[in-house]
């Protein structure tokens, strides 16, 4: 999956006092897309791109080299192009461990650009200085947003329960949701597959969770069992594609970055159990 980064190491502790190096790359983000550098191959701009007052925030470390978020745009960025997030995965042009560091520093951009202000009384908000946090002089402090949501395998039998979206990523997936508030994983699991496929589970077992931060959420991985008649209802909003798929049958996605794909890849193995 795309945390799979070994031997390279993430570390997340945040470090407030950490000094950005000429060595170190910057993230910079701009409507779903990340600055990248083509000269002379395509890679992440480093501090070195950028000019000594630049404004950058300390994200985290693979290894031994650190990671900043450029804050404020400056008035000229370094020469290169900016590249949807989305279309990034599977495209080989930045190593997995980079990927991975794009991924988890869009996530928190989207944290820190949401929490410019205050959603208490609107004013400015500024670092906190002893952790990775937003504080308000009003008192109030808001720490970065990680939203649950389950992937969930629906065994039938040979048969797994593949589906594809409505609008967006196009190969083969799984039935999938976020928790809402006051409910239990376990209690998603069985909300979402009557919801987008019309049918009971039983047996709801946790497999592996994976940090998704392209939609800035949790996922946890279920898989569970057929309860009661097979007939699919889809829903055509969220859905274009519903069905029980032999083992044999099961088209995997093309890269192995996603949880969804390890979880149908086990199953069709027969390594789910």
């Known amino acids: 999956m795309i945390q799979d980064i070994a031997p390279h190491k993430l570390g997340n502790h945040y470090d407030p006092a950490a000094a950005p190096r000429p060595q170190d790359y910057v993230l910079y983000f701009e409507k779903g897309r990340v600055l990248l550098k083509s000269e002379p191959e395509t890679q992440l701009p480093r501090v070195s791109d ?134 239990t994983a376990e209690e998603t699991v069985a909300r979402e597959v009557m919801e987008e496929a019309g049918i009971r589970v039983k047996n709801i077992t946790y497999y592996k969770s994976q940090p998704w931060g392209i939609a800035n959420d949790l996922l946890m991985g279920f898989y569970c069992e057929l309860d009661g008649p097979a007939e699919i209802t889809m829903d055509p909003n969220e859905l274009k594609y519903a069905a029980w798929v032999k083992r044999e049958d099961i088209v995997l996605q093309p890269d192995d970055f996603s949880l969804t794909n390890e979880m149908m890849m086990r199953f069709k193995t027969g390594q789910e159990r």
């Open 50 to 183: 950028f000019a000594p007052e630049s404004q950058l925030v300390y994200l985290f470390s693979v290894d031994d080299t650190q990671f900043f978020l450029l804050w404020e745009a400056p008035a000229a960025l370094p020469a290169g192009t900016f590249s949807e997030v989305r279309s990034l995965r599977g495209s080989n042009l930045l190593a997995k461990e980079l990927m991975f560091a794009v991924l988890t520093g869009k996530h928190l951009w989207d944290w820190y650009r949401d929490n410019r202000y205050c959603g208490r009384c609107g004013q400015p908000m500024k670092h906190s200085e002893t952790e990775r946090a937003m504080q308000c002089a009003c008192g109030y402090t808001t720490y970065p947003r990680i939203m649950p949501a389950v992937i969930v395998g629906v065994k039938n039998g040979d048969s797994l329960l593949l589906t594809k979206y409505r609008t967006g990523f196009g190969h083969n997936a799984l039935i999938a949701g976020f928790t809402e508030i006051g409910e």
